[in-house]
């Protein structure tokens, strides 16, 4: 996992750093037992997921690589008859 730089673009910094502002605001909200900032904070979370996924399609994010296709075909295995009389 730490060979292929998972994660390391500016879009993906981005929307996590916003989602966990929105966490936080969340989580502070909800022991001050206001639910309408806790919503609000839920909203911050899933804002930061549309602000990595725009920043993403904006070319911010991971180069998409065309699927690696293996066509590796195992070797058929075929039994003779052991000990065929004709």
Known sequence: MAGNSHGHTPAAWT??????????????????????????????????GVVGGIMSAMGLGMPKRAPLVTSHSAPVATREPVGAES
């Not at 929307?15 to 839920?42: D, K, S």
């Open 15 to 48: 929307g996590v750093t916003i989602a966990i502002i929105g966490f936080c605001v969340a989580g502070a909200f909800m022991v001050m037992a206001q639910p309408v900032g806790f919503w609000a904070g839920m909203v911050i979370v899933v804002l930061g």
